[in-house]
């Protein structure tokens, strides 16, 4: 599946009758990549999950290259090419890494399984060991590689560098462009990493108790450090 447009319009969503996300409305163009920024608490998590059938959507629309996929359920969705690495990085502890990579998916899809050993050798020397004995930069890389054997048009990462040594979000983040840059899949990236998140983003929105107070090129946010300080209330690190 190439690339696909995402399309979210004044989409309200939480928990039960609680509402966390307000009145959202953005757009990914087809191959675009989009950082979302904002402090802890202010909903990112929320908002993609709810991109992804997980929460409760009070009102507003999500399009998949122009299908509407807000009712859909989660499978569904994954069938439309939503892709989503989740914040908690969902592996089997007791599965090796290639029983994580094999379950769940159809013999077509597993066949992508030498495409994602080249994409992160690192599976590769470990496919045996089991989840639970991987460090935390090969657990994601674990939950990431599963994401991507479903072949997503659209995919949403939640904070990937969490908690990882800056060399290792190094190579997350290189292996992530490298995706970005093959024309292949649509990139929403959550992060608190600031300038990783600037670099490679080309727009960027910021989020604050639930609504989103900022959209633009991450280039005018790369050159005007206060506007950073004062949206996200830290300097650029
Ligand atoms: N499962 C849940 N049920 C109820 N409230 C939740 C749940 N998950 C998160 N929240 C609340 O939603 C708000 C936004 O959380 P979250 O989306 O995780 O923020 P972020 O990812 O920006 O840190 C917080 O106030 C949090 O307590
Ligand atoms: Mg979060």
């Known amino acids: 599946m190439p690339a696909a447009r995402l399309e979210v319009e004044r989409l309200s969503a939480g ?12 757009e990914v163009p087809a191959g675009g990549r989009l950082a ?18 997980l929460s409760t959507r009070h009102h507003g629309k999500i399009l998949a290259d122009g299908q509407d996929i807000s009712v859909m359920r989660t499978s569904a969705r994954a069938l439309c090419g939503m892709g989503y690495v989740p914040q908690t990085r969902d592996i089997f502890g007791s599965l090796t890494v290639e029983e994580n990579l094999s379950t769940g998916f159809k013999t077509r899809e597993r066949q992508g399984l ?24 090969e657990q994601q890389m674990l939950s990431m590689a ?6 997503p048009s659209i995919l949403l990462l939640d904070e990937p560098l969490e908690g990882l040594a800056p060399v290792i979000c190094d190579q997350l983040m290189e292996t992530i462009s490298r995706l970005a840059t093959s024309g292949d899949m649509t990139i929403v990236l959550v ?35 206060s506007l950073v300080n004062r949206l996200l209330g830290v300097g650029i690190h």
């Open 15 to 26: 928990y039960g009758p609680t509402q966390i996300v307000s009145e959202m409305s953005f």
């Open 36 to 53: 979302i920024l904002g402090r802890n608490g202010v909903g990112k998590t929320t908002l993609l999950a709810t991109l992804m059938g």
């Open 114 to 137: 030498s495409e994602i050993y080249e994409m992160f050798p690192r599976l590769a020397e470990r496919r045996r060991h089991l989840g639970l004995q991987l460090s935390g930069g």
């Open 146 to 151: 599963r994401t991507l054997l479903g072949k």
């Open 191 to 225: 992060e608190q990493q600031i300038e990783r998140a600037l670099n490679f983003a080309d727009r960027v929105m910021v989020v604050e108790r639930g609504r989103s107070v900022w959209e633009g090129a991450s280039d005018e946010l790369k050159s005007d450090r």
